[in-house]
């Protein structure tokens, strides 16, 4: 067969076995792992890069929950029906709906099970709905780093001493006489190369965002922006996909992000603009509809092939200093100031007459004085008052949304429908739930909600199998 799927023996002599091999330390692995384990499997962990946590440590930890404890005991009224509803709105069209439905079905439980038997130390974020929901629903770190989340996941996988091996790239899928999957090849280092036989192979290993020509190939229309996530996003569970005759969905979508904050290459909170901030370009002009969201607007700020500049007011950067991200970057003085609008046009050296008509205009919209002319409805707390604060930003292109179809257990499926014995996917290896093409239909937490929500089904259900292929 092609490169990186291989055949062996019955007999062949494996370097280790073991009932479920994960492929990917980020949060679907890990998550992936944790769930095998507890079902009384023996697992381990391979990744490539040199620590743990890929996208998932570079995320804010936002998990959606619909229905949870945590929001009953917030006085939240909400349902996977409801969160169904909101996925749907905002995502048109997907390969896989019944992949929305499954998540969204087990989203409270997740966000339940995260707490009480991972011990990640989450909340429910009631400050504000996010992107995509009409209802608080996000549970998350309180310092709304991923990194957090990784960090309690690692702890969980550590107390049940589940091997976890960095620096292990795995180099192909191995298969039985029959076609199911046998086990990896991965490379060690200083060891060369190490067969291990598993019963159920789980592929975390992120998307394809990272890979410059499957990005042109499926994600044109984003393809010139810069890359801001994990190093190891090179779609090796796609090319491996393929050679197996694995059907692929929704490989169009992925998650942009409208403002990293330039030259830092931090996230500026989504917060400042969700509250009331604006964008404007070089010319101090806006330049859409901001309520597309962090997502959709990547492309927009991309179109622009320009600077771009974040501006909002104190009131909104004291509700975003709730995040340390945020609270870093004004720190290190990604952020500057003014009294006016005037002044702070000096900053960037923007036009001032046009960056304040710009902005007397946003405000006359926002205090319902007219219509908004790029058609925002949502204006948080503006018109904008006060001091204002400017930041200049750049589109990123985060992680692809799209990959292996899964069914309702995370089994890899092929085009007519069937599953490939003992290969589950999940995270960015797997199709996600944000539609069918393009950044729009992101909503916030879609990420990690595949990516924890796959790894524990597919944990589960391999554990399963390895007992019934002994």
């Known amino acids: 067969m092609q490169a990186g799927i291989r055949t062996v023996s019955a007999d062949q002599d494996w370097d280790m076995e073991v009932d479920v091999l994960v492929v990917g330390a980020g949060g679907c692995g890990l998550a992936a792992a944790i769930c095998a384990h507890d079902a009384g499997a023996s697992v381990a962990i391979l990744e490539k890069r040199e620590r743990p946590g890929g996208n998932s440590s570079l ?11 945590f929001q009953r005991e917030a006085g939240i009224d909400d349902s996977p029906e409801r969160m169904v509803a909101d996925l749907e709105r905002l995502s048109g069209d997907s390969d896989l709906p019944a992949l929305t439905r499954r998540m969204a079905a087990i989203s409270a439980p997740l966000c339940e099970w995260l707490v009480d038997t991972v011990g990640a130390r989450m909340a429910l974020i009631t400050d504000y709905c996010h992107v995509g929901h009409t209802v608080p629903r996000l549970h998350a770190p309180v310092s709304r780093r991923g990194q957090d989340l990784v960090d309690d996941l690692l702890a969980a996988v550590e107390r049940r001493e589940i091997p976890l091996a960095t620096n292990n790239a795995v180099t192909g899928l191995l298969l039985d006489d029959a076609g199911a999957i046998a086990g990896v090849a991965a490379e060690v280092p200083g060891a060369g190369t190490s067969m291990i036989g ?8 992120n998307g394809f965002a990272a890979n410059r020509e499957l990005v042109a190939r499926y994600c044109s229309e984003i393809a010139g922006a810069e890359y801001f996530g994990a190093l190891g996003s090179e779609g090796e569970a796609v090319m491996w996909g393929e050679q197996l005759g694995a059907r692929l969905a929704n490989m169009q979508a992925y998650q942009g992000y409208a403002a990293v904050a330039y030259p830092h290459g931090s996230l500026l909170s989504w917060t400042t603009i969700e509250k009331g901030g604006v964008l404007v370009n070089a010319r101090g002009e806006r330049f859409g509809n901001e309520d597309l969201g962090y997502s ?17 007011d104190d009131r909104i950067k004291a509700i ?15 952020l500057k100031s003014a009294d006016s609008a005037e002044a702070l046009a000096k900053c ?4 001032a007459a046009a960056l ?4 007397d205009a946003y405000n006359a919209a926002a205090a319902n004085a007219g219509a908004d002319a790029l058609n925002r409805s949502r204006f948080g707390l503006a018109p904008l008052s006060g001091r204002l604060w400017i930041c200049r930003v750049t589109p990123g292109l985060f992680h692809t949304q799209g990959g292996l179809a899964v069914d309702d257990d995370a ?10 014995a003992g290969l589950y996917a999940g995270g960015g290896a797997a199709a996600g739930i944000s539609g069918r093409a393009g950044a729009g239909g992101y909503a916030s937490g879609n990420g990690l909600l595949s990516a924890i929500g796959l790894g524990y089904l597919a944990g589960i259900d391999a554990a399963r199998l390895a007992k019934e292929r002994v």
């Not at 995320?59 to 404890?69: D, F, K, L, M």
């Not at 960037?348 to 036009?351: E, G, N």
Request: glycine share 8%; proline share 4%; no cysteine.
């Open 411 to 420: 089994r890899v499926l092929r085009p007519d429908g069937s599953a490939i």
């Open 356 to 359: 304040a008509a710009t902005l």
């Open 198 to 205: 598993a019963r159920a192979v789980i592929l975390a290993s």
């Open 59 to 69: 995320s804010t930890g936002s998990v959606p929950g619909a229905g949870s404890r």
């Open 320 to 334: 975003a200093s709730k995040e340390e991200e945020f609270v870093e970057l004004v720190n290190i003085g990604g």
């Open 348 to 351: 960037f050296d923007l036009p």
């Open 296 to 312: 959709a607007y990547a492309r927009e700020v991309l179109a622009q092939q320009q600077n771009v500049y974040a501006i909002f």
